[in-house]
């Protein structure tokens, strides 16, 4: 009898030995993630892919910046095919892709809108908090920001101008902004602009804090009450209001201000979702991708943000407990 139950655990032994190299194969993520994201993340998601390769090295990432508008559209308009939208305005992903092409929407990150410039940019010796804006209507001075309809940046930018008009209480400061910086010095991404100043091309440009930041860019902060970078100050960025094309060709919808607020979503047909949900939750760690992106200057939310509980309980679960509830 003793002989038999030997015999029994041995085989159950072997058995478990051949089946455990299959069990391992089915959990460890395999194949290609593609990845939208918005233009500012593009340093610190080249990071998150190197480590998470490392991690699990049968998974190729494959990303691909742009603005964020410009993200979503590559998947409503154009029908591209990806894994992962990672949105530098969350409500770019609630607007654009609920509920046709995602269900849930995640919220990951804040930043705020500096004024970036280099030694070489006029007046750079004397500009400040005070004067920036003075500073940039002069003779001569060369400025930009991207493009309101396709990046956030974009639209951020103009928000912070509008919003000078009423801080400082100087009617038609707006409009005298817009009016010191022809179409030209728009640009399809914010990033984009960060080679027009090191290369002396552009004196001052407006980009986010991480940007500036990674590019080691010098950079001037003006008032938290206009920088969109603080949700205490919300009521006074909602007074300002940008137009934007809306979801369908010929519409249109109004934008107003809002503290700066990333998001970050899996697409519906998604076509590597396990792996697409392993590399979700290395970003939403706060020793993976969050970290990362506190080190390289762009506040982290840990953890993570979703509006209500019906939303936490539809989202994998690998990320449901690594998100907490706020509106």
């Known amino acids: 009898m003793k002989k038999v139950k030997l015999s029994f655990l041995i085989m159950g032994i072997i058995i478990f030995l051949l089946i455990l190299p299959i ?7 395999t194949g290609k993630v593609i990845i939208f994201h918005a233009g500012s993340l593009t340093i610190p998601f080249a990071k998150m892919e190197k480590k998470f390769e490392a991690r699990h090295p049968k998974v190729d990432i494959m990303r691909e910046a742009s603005g964020s508008r410009k993200c979503a ?17 969350f409500t770019v992903i609630d607007q654009l892709l609920i509920p046709d092409y995602a269900g849930w929407n995640i919220r990951f990150a804040s930043n705020r809108l500096v004024l970036c410039y280099t030694d070489g940019s006029k007046y750079a010796d004397s500009i400040n908090a005070k004067n920036w804006y003075k500073t940039l209507t002069k003779k001569g001075v060369v400025w930009g920001h991207s493009e309101p309809d396709i990046d956030p940046c974009g639209y951020r930018s103009v928000m912070v101008l509008q919003l000078a ?22 640009r399809p991404k914010s990033v984009e602009l960060v080679s027009l100043l090191q290369t002396g091309n552009m004196d001052y440009a407006w980009e986010y804090r991480s940007v ?17 970078g603080f949700v205490e ?17 010929g519409t249109f919808t109004e934008k107003k201000g809002r503290s700066i607020t990333y998001g970050v979503t899996l697409i519906k047909d998604a076509p590597n979702k396990e792996a697409a949900v392993a590399f979700l939750a290395y970003l939403l760690d706060a020793g993976g991708g969050l970290k990362i ?14 509006p209500d509980e019906a939303m936490r309980k539809i989202l994998p679960e690998k990320l449901q407990k690594l998100v907490t509830i706020a509106e």
């Open 165 to 186: 008009e009423k801080y400082y209480k100087m009617p038609g400061l707006y409009q005298k902004l817009i009016d010191s910086r022809p179409r030209e010095n728009i």
């Open 233 to 249: 100050h919300n009521d006074f960025y909602r007074q300002a209001k940008v137009k934007l094309s809306g979801k369908k060709p």
């Open 73 to 89: 559209r590559k998947i409503s308009d154009l029908k591209k095919s990806c894994d992962i939208m990672a949105s530098a305005d």
């Open 293 to 306: 992106l506190n080190e390289m200057g762009q506040p982290a939310y840990i953890p993570a943000v979703v």
């Open 212 to 228: 500036a930041v990674q590019h080691e860019l010098k950079f001037l902060e003006i008032p938290r009450e206009i920088n969109l």
């Open 23 to 29: 069990t391992l194969a089915f959990s460890e993520p």
